[in-house]
C-alpha cells in the first residue's frame, strides 16, 4: 500500500465587481505540479461568502450566458433581508455565492487535473465591489 500525501496551497485572485468570473486553471494544476501527487484528489474552496468555484467552458459566450444566469437566479435589484441590516447593497451577492457554491473537487489522474477538453475552473465574484480573494487548495493522493 502506498503511502498517502498531502498538499496545501492558497490562489490569490482578483477579481472586478460582480459576476466577474476569472480562470484559475492553470493556477491549480501548478499546485498539483508542485505537489507531486499523481493521483488523488484537489480540493478547493473559496474564502468568503460573495464568491464561489465552479467549472465552465472559459470562452466569454459561456461566460456572458452563466452572468446573466446568476443575475437572473437572484438580481440585484430584489429586496433582501440582509439591507435591513447592513444596508451594504450586496444582498444578491450572498444569494448567489450560496447558490454557485464556495467549493469544488476534482480529481487528480498521473499527476494532472482530470478535466474535459473544454472544461475550466473558475473563480467567481458575485459582491458589489472589486475584491481581493483567497482560495485554499488542499491535496491528497498517491504519487
Same mark, same amino acid.
Given at each position: 500500500?502506498? =503511502? $498517502?500525501?498531502?498538499?496545501?496551497?492558497? $490562489?490569490?485572485?482578483?477579481?472586478?465587481?460582480?459576476?466577474?468570473? $476569472?480562470?484559475?486553471?492553470?493556477?491549480?494544476? %501548478?499546485?498539483?505540479?508542485?505537489?507531486?501527487?499523481? =493521483? &488523488?484528489?484537489?480540493?478547493?474552496?473559496?474564502?468568503?461568502?460573495? &464568491? %464561489? #468555484?465552479?467549472? $465552465?467552458?472559459?470562452?466569454?459566450?459561456?461566460?456572458?450566458?452563466?452572468?446573466?444566469?446568476? @443575475?437572473? #437566479?437572484?438580481?440585484?435589484?430584489? %429586496?433582501?433581508?440582509?439591507?435591513?441590516?447592513?444596508?451594504?447593497? =450586496? &444582498?444578491?451577492?450572498?444569494?448567489?455565492?450560496? #447558490?454557485?457554491?464556495?467549493?469544488? @473537487? #476534482?480529481?487528480?489522474?498521473?499527476?494532472?487535473?482530470?478535466?474535459?477538453?473544454?472544461?475550466?475552473?473558475?473563480?467567481? @465574484?458575485?459582491? =458589489?465591489?472589486? +475584491?481581493? +480573494? @483567497?482560495?485554499?487548495?488542499?491535496?491528497?493522493?498517491?504519487?
Amino acid at each position: 500500500m502506498k =503511502n $498517502i500525501l498531502h498538499y496545501y496551497g492558497t $490562489i490569490e485572485v482578483s477579481l472586478k465587481t460582480g459576476p466577474d468570473i $476569472i480562470d484559475i486553471t492553470d493556477k491549480l494544476s %501548478s499546485l498539483v505540479e508542485r505537489s507531486a501527487i499523481k =493521483n &488523488g484528489m484537489a480540493s478547493a474552496f473559496m474564502v468568503g461568502s460573495t &464568491g %464561489s #468555484l465552479t467549472t $465552465i467552458e472559459h470562452e466569454p459566450g459561456v461566460v456572458a450566458d452563466l452572468k446573466e444566469a446568476v @443575475n437572473r #437566479l437572484a438580481p440585484q435589484d430584489l %429586496s433582501y433581508q440582509h439591507e435591513l441590516t447592513w444596508h451594504d447593497g =450586496n &444582498g444578491h451577492s450572498h444569494v448567489q455565492a450560496a #447558490l454557485m457554491g464556495p467549493s469544488i @473537487n #476534482l480529481p487528480v489522474r498521473a499527476g494532472e487535473l482530470k478535466l474535459g477538453a473544454w472544461q475550466q475552473v473558475v473563480a467567481i @465574484n458575485h459582491d =458589489n465591489r472589486p +475584491r481581493k +480573494r @483567497n482560495i485554499e487548495v488542499t491535496l491528497f493522493g498517491t504519487s
